[in-house]
């Protein structure tokens, strides 16, 4: 018998649409929380004091606790009740945000923003598995799963809009307060619009497989991190190293439990394994084109802070806009093939990068890689959570989650280290005459340091160092460029069989 003759999946009602709105309510602020703070970080030095490293800490301990709590957190929805763990989180969230808002310290808002961190990972998981609870159609799904992926991007986009506002007519604790009223709107209509699922055959969670995770995406997030920041030292390797160690034996432990935490039949499943892969690389070239994008914006273009980030909307709004539409081009064209050709298009833009020496050149290029990948995040997420079994959505949608945090980060580490190789190998012998030794070694490590080396100059040795580091940096976009353009390119090929076959087999 073949999948034709079951019967069709029961559609969507009305509750469940205006459940989704409130979803993605949640999820829009969720993700707002992650760059409202940039602007408010001036007048929060000011009001605080905090040093460097209390700075540091403040901006990253956020997305540190949301990537290590978020498999902790779908398991937990999975074991206990999505629609409770949601809940409990969004109450958490809340007075964490209060917490923050009114922080008097560095070291108290520190830990507020830790709180807020590990009261967020209840939200991706949560809202993703119940998705995939409340649209059982799989058209409805993709479309249901689109708008979700598209909050993310318009909290992303509002996010420092929305902070920049609230900071000039009240002060910098507001960028919290303002999801305190959304979280409580969450609490009330959550119970009358979201259904509750939890496994039947749940057992007690594993305490020492929850330590495991947690530590083992947090050593190689922050290892990542540092190597962004700083390069990759010592500290950073030992961090990813023992990050990767604490993760083998996460893994093994679970082949031998007979309830684990992370069920490891799910990376049996092909289309699982491709669209997990797929969506973790996905999102390491995005990331990594939007960063270095921004560097030359700023660092080659010239353009001022604000001018760099109107530059850099047409591709977080492409992004944004074309997202909802997934479900259209499925229908249309099958998902193979739309998954395939939003690979092969995000290539074409990285080829584009390559080749881009000029400002709309470049814009373009981003706006092209942004509207290939909107189609694969998708997809890429609805396949990885409706290939698992209903009763472990949860933890499927955390390691989805998990898999495009990590590669986020990665992402903006690894190209941007292989951009500073291609970089400091360019500016080898550049000439550096008049400079102090500090400023000439600046210059060469950094296309940053030949700006600053040359501010406030314009003799002619000055501007030949300037142009030399500005096409030293081109070069470096092009080696990035073109290894996106060859990764994307097999990726699709890959992704497109394996799909393909998967489809196949299901019609018999």
């Not at 598209?150 to 960028?175: Q, R, T």
Request: one cysteine or more.
């Amino acid at each position: 018998m073949t999948r034709e003759t079951d019967p069709a999946p029961p559609r969507a009602t009305r509750r469940e649409w205006i459940g989704l709105a409130t979803l993605s309510l949640a999820c829009m602020l969720y993700s707002m929380d992650l760059t409202v703070l940039n602007l408010a970080l001036p007048e929060l030095a000011r009001t605080l004091r905090p040093t460097a490293s209390q700075l540091l800490w403040i901006v990253d301990i956020y997305g540190f606790m949301v990537a290590g709590f978020l498999i902790i957190m779908g398991s937990l929805g999975d074991r206990f009740g999505r629609r409770r763990v949601l809940l409990i989180g969004a109450a958490a969230f809340g007075l964490a945000s209060a917490f923050a808002a009114f922080a008097e310290t560095a070291e108290t808002l520190i830990v507020a923003r830790a709180l807020l961190g590990i009261a967020g990972a209840t939200i991706g998981p949560s809202t993703l598995s119940l998705i995939s609870s409340m649209f059982r159609d799989p058209g409805e799904r993709t479309f249901a799963i689109s708008l979700w992926i598209m909050s993310f991007s318009v909290g992303a986009i509002i996010g420092p809009v929305a902070g920049g506002v609230l900071i000039e007519a009240f002060w910098w604790g507001a960028v919290f307060l303002a999801c305190v009223p959304i979280m409580l709107a969450l609490l009330v209509l959550g119970p009358l619009l979201l259904p509750e699922y939890r496994d039947p055959l749940a057992r007690p969670i594993d305490a020492r497989s929850a330590l495991l995770s947690l530590a083992a995406v947090l050593a190689v997030i922050s290892g990542v991190k540092r190597i962004s920041a700083y390069g990759a030292d010592a500290w950073a390797v030992a961090a990813i190293a023992a990050g990767l160690a604490l993760g083998a034996v996460f893994f093994r432990r679970q082949r031998r439990l007979a309830n684990p935490f992370v069920d490891m039949a799910l990376f049996a499943r092909p289309v699982f394994a491709v669209s997990i892969a797929t969506n973790a690389l996905a999102v390491f070239f995005l990331f990594g084109a939007f960063v270095l994008t921004a560097q030359y914006l700023q660092l080659v273009a010239g353009l001022t802070p604000l001018e760099a980030g109107l530059w850099s909307l047409p591709g977080a709004l492409a992004f944004a806009a074309v997202s909802p539409f997934t479900a259209a081009l499925v229908r249309r064209f099958s998902a193979h093939r739309v998954m395939a050709g939003g690979l092969a298009g995000s290539g074409a833009g990285f080829a584009m990068l390559a080749v881009s020496t000029t400002l709309p050149e470049v814009v373009l290029a981003n706006t092209v890689i942004a509207l290939g990948i909107t189609p694969v995040a998708t997809l890429t997420t609805g396949f990885i959570v409706g290939s698992a079994p209903v009763a472990k959505a949860g933890v499927a949608s955390a390691l989805s989650e998990t898999a495009a945090e990590l590669g986020g980060a990665l992402g903006i580490a690894l190209l941007g280290s292989l951009m500073t190789f291609v970089y400091v190998a360019a500016m080898a012998d550049a000439a550096t005459p008049g400079l102090a030794p500090e400023a000439a070694a600046a210059a060469r490590a950094t296309l940053a340091g030949a700006v600053d080396a040359a501010a406030g100059r314009v003799d002619a040795d000055a501007l030949a160092l300037l142009a030399t580091a500005r096409s030293s940096f081109l070069d470096a976009l092009t080696a990035v460029g073109a290894l996106g353009a060859a990764t994307l390119g097999l990726l699709a090929v890959q992704a497109r069989r394996t799909l393909k076959h998967a489809a196949l087999a299901e019609h018999g």
